[in-house]
């Protein structure tokens, strides 16, 4: 059998490295001129690392992305680290990354502080019903379990920040998820996550994949045999089944033929985009935080991440590296505006996190966007999510909608590709009994 994949993202690369071990052979075309997708770096002059475009790192129980690093030869490039994460509140920032820093947190009243403690502890450690989570939304059972007073303080604030005016949408089995996945220690990879990309890459290619990189796709079209693709700069090819890897709105756009009660399906999954800046100062702006976390009604954006705090600045030529994160609506003025107009936006809020700031610190900047970021996960979102096969024989479709109640994420790309494969070897299996003898 002949695959296609569309986009090697980190889905697209772990589920071609799977196919290509099991025999098949596979063809990835990437739009882009380098592969990794969302998690793909940039990388200035004066750097020795290249740097991601959206900030990552993984947990100590990413299980997929662990396996996977070590399947391909790279463990000894994998670390993990506990840099502090912080709450803003009044000023400044108040780490909230263990027990006793809750406990001394004081936004809230003790009691508070010990509800906090224990919701966040039995989402954790304690119930694994996420089925029945996703029937309430998250606002309502927090603040049914955790008081109103914390669900305003720390729930709120998060929710708010992630998903703007959806976050009273949002069910609970998200926000369980996004608890029960994470860890103090957070990991990364020497060179960045660009050098796992490139070395999953390259390993798919010793397993004899092809990778068609500055190749965009223009349409996926059925054929009496099969699939045929035709991108640029390549005659159209065929293939006995495709992967496409990406947003919903891609996937319609280049199959013209799905049925239309599919296609409704695919344009009730809604999602925010991510707008990043990143900026290189010449000094550090934060007292060693790593990420930061902003209230959306006093800041211009979620998220202050200074990425050096976490990884020296000597990979970066001495650059101190924040980014300016935030999750938005696609037809926010964020994707319109140009770097140096949104670099004046954020400018005060630098200012206000650190008094010391000057605009004379920074050296550099860098805008990132992408308008398929962050799924909007509504209540009983399982009922809207496609499988992987569709309708069609032979095409498939994985993307980050569909790793719910999970977050997206590296680990969940890789978790997603490898099952993508998984599911594609059993279509094989049916494919080949129908295909005559000498074939």
Same mark, same amino acid.
């Not at 001129?33 to 475009?53: C, H, K, M, T, Y």
């Not at 809604?270 to 000094?283: E, K, Y």
């Given at each position: ?10 889905? @697209? /690369?772990?589920? =071609? ?14 739009? &882009? ?5 969302? =998690? ?49 509140? %009044? ?21 508070? %502080? #010990? ?6 502890? $039995? ?9 029945? #989570? ?21 729930? %709120? ?6 998903? &703007? ?9 998200? /926000?369980? =998820?996004?608890?029960?996945?994470? +860890? ?9 996550? *660009?050098?796992?990309?490139?070395? !999953? ?49 891609? /996937? ?13 399906? !695919?344009?009730?999954?809604? +999602?925010? &985009? ?41 990979? $970066? ?7 300016? @994160? ?7 003025? $964020? ?7 949104? !670099? ?7 200012? %206000? ?28 979102? +399982? ?8 309708? !069609? ?8 909608? *569909? ?24 279509? =094989? ?9 000498? $074939?």
């Amino acid at each position: 059998m002949r695959i296609a994949i569309v986009g090697a993202g980190i889905a @697209g /690369l772990s589920a =071609a490295y799977d196919l290509a071990g099991q025999g098949y052979a596979v063809t990835i075309y990437e739009a &882009g001129d380098q592969v990794g997708g969302l =998690a793909s770096g940039f990388r200035d002059a004066a750097w020795d690392w290249p740097l991601e475009r959206f900030y990552h790192h993984i947990f100590t129980t990413d299980h997929a992305i662990i396996e996977l690093t070590n399947d391909i030869g790279m463990r000894d490039r994998l670390f993990f680290r506990a840099p502090v994460t912080a709450q803003w509140w %009044r000023g400044r920032g108040y780490a909230l990354d263990g027990v006793l820093p809750v406990l001394r947190f004081p936004g809230l009243p003790f009691i508070d %502080r #010990l509800r906090f403690g224990l919701t966040a502890f $039995y989402l954790k450690f304690i119930t694994q019903n996420w089925q029945r #989570l996703e029937q309430t939304t998250a606002m309502a059972w927090t603040e049914r379990v955790s008081g109103r007073n914390v669900a305003r303080v720390i729930w %709120r604030p998060l929710l708010e920040g992630k998903f &703007g005016p959806h976050a009273d949408e949002v069910n609970m089995a998200w /926000l369980w =998820a996004r608890l029960r996945a994470r +860890s103090f220690q957070l990991g990364y990879f020497r060179g960045g996550f *660009q050098a796992f990309a490139d070395e !999953l890459c390259a390993a798919c290619v010793r397993r004899g994949v092809q990778v068609w990189r500055q190749t965009p796709v223009k349409s996926v079209c059925q054929t009496a045999t099969g699939w045929q693709i035709s991108a640029a700069q390549h005659p159209p090819a065929d293939y006995d089944a495709v992967l496409v890897t990406g947003a919903p709105g891609l /996937l319609a756009r280049l199959v013209t033929t799905l049925p239309a009660e599919y296609l409704g399906q !695919l344009r009730r999954l809604n +999602s925010m &985009g991510a707008v990043v800046m990143t900026i290189a100062l010449r000094r550090p702006l934060t007292n060693g935080i790593y990420w930061l976390n902003l209230p959306k009604d006093e800041f211009p954006f979620l998220a202050l991440v200074e990425h050096t705090n976490f990884i020296e600045p000597d990979y $970066y030529g001495g650059d101190h590296l924040i980014y300016c @994160g935030d999750y938005l609506d696609p037809n926010h003025e $964020y994707f319109r505006l140009d770097a140096s107009a949104l !670099l004046e936006r954020f400018l005060p809020a630098l200012r %206000r996190i650190n008094p010391a700031f000057q605009p004379e610190w920074v050296r550099a900047y860098w805008l990132h966007r992408e308008t398929y970021a962050q799924p909007i996960v509504p209540v009983n979102h +399982s009922r809207n999510i496609p499988p992987i096969a569709t309708p !069609l024989p032979g095409l498939f479709w994985a993307s980050m909608s *569909q790793v719910y109640p999970w977050d997206r994420g590296t680990n969940y790309a890789v978790e997603l590709g490898r099952r993508a494969a998984r599911v594609m070897h059993e279509f =094989a299996g049916q494919y080949q009994q129908t295909v005559p003898s000498g $074939y």
